[in-house]
């Protein structure tokens, strides 16, 4: 077989790279709660504008495990958002090199009058499995979510809890090149957390690329090398994961 030409040879591999991201949600106002409200909304609208990200530029290879942090508020889930293609940026450049799992939240993939079950089908088919593959890892899927009682409700009726639990372990179980966590390890007992951390650990072994968002500090150091910390929408801070925790700790420290 004759060798072929490595692609990325020319330069650092790329898993996902961000250029001047920024992210503006427009937040129009309809009041017609009262009369004059009712009389303003003819008036030409006025639209409040929010900059969730600003400028953001980044770069992650392939294989790395990046931590993003940052108070409520900063930008986190829609810096994810736009990576799983959930939001499009307003401006800027993204880049993404492989398969993203998907970032499964109600109104993002998973929809809430359909089961458990039919969610997993669902979005395993829209990720493009088939429907073979997606019934020979649908048991695996309902046990690593501990929803074997729920399967067969509507989603509608799940807890936060049940939902992330759920969106995590179809994530899990794509075959992703890029998986996004969103404060999943937040949910559940010591036992799932652990469940989750072995799976990270797993996809860390397969060199996957794993973006994930955590307030717990320990943890992020534990599992990330490297930690993003997004500040109103700013990046604050993007380095090795002791010196950046640190710095975000302190900056906490001294707004209290
Ligand atoms: N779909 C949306 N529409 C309007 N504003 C939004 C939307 N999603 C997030 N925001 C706003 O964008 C900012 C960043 O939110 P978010 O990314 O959720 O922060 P974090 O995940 O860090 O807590 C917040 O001010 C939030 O209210
Ligand atoms: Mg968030």
């Avoid at 990325?8 to 017609?32: C, D, M, Q, S």
């Avoid at 951390?197 to 090398?225: C, N, P, W």
Wanted: with cysteine; charged share 20%; hydrophobic share 45%.
């Amino acid at each position: 077989m004759v060798p072929t030409s490595n692609p990325t040879a020319t330069g650092t591999p790329v898993a996902i790279r961000a250029e001047n991201l920024t992210k503006e949600f427009r937040l129009a106002h309809h009041a017609y709660a009262s009369l004059k409200g009712l009389l303003l909304s003819f008036l030409p609208k006025r639209v409040e504008r929010l900059t969730a990200l600003q400028s953001i530029s980044f770069t992650i290879r392939p294989g790395e495990t990046v931590g993003l942090i940052g108070r409520n508020g900063s930008g986190k889930s829609t810096l994810l958002g736009i990576i799983a293609r959930v939001y499009r940026p307003t401006s800027g450049r993204l880049e993404i090199h492989g398969r993203v799992a998907p970032l499964l939240e109600l109104g993002a993939g998973f929809h809430p009058d359909l089961t458990g079950l039919e969610n997993i089908y669902f979005n395993g088919v829209i990720l493009g499995l088939t429907r073979r593959q997606v019934a020979e890892r649908v048991a695996a899927i309902v046990q690593f979510a501990e929803l074997e009682g729920y399967i067969d409700a509507p989603i509608r009726t799940y807890s936060s809890g049940m939902l992330m639990r759920l969106g995590f372990a179809v994530a899990a179980h794509v075959d992703a090149d890029i998986l996004l966590v969103d404060e999943v390890l937040a949910v559940g007992d010591a036992r799932f957390q652990q469940k989750c951390y072995d799976k990270i650990q797993q996809f860390q072994r397969e060199g996957r690329t794993i973006l994930f968002v955590s307030h717990d500090m320990d943890a992020i150091q534990r599992v990330a090398q490297r930690v993003l910390w997004l500040d109103k929408g700013v990046l604050r801070a993007d380095g090795d994961a002791p010196s950046v925790v640190q710095a975000y700790l302190n900056s906490v420290q001294e707004s209290l």
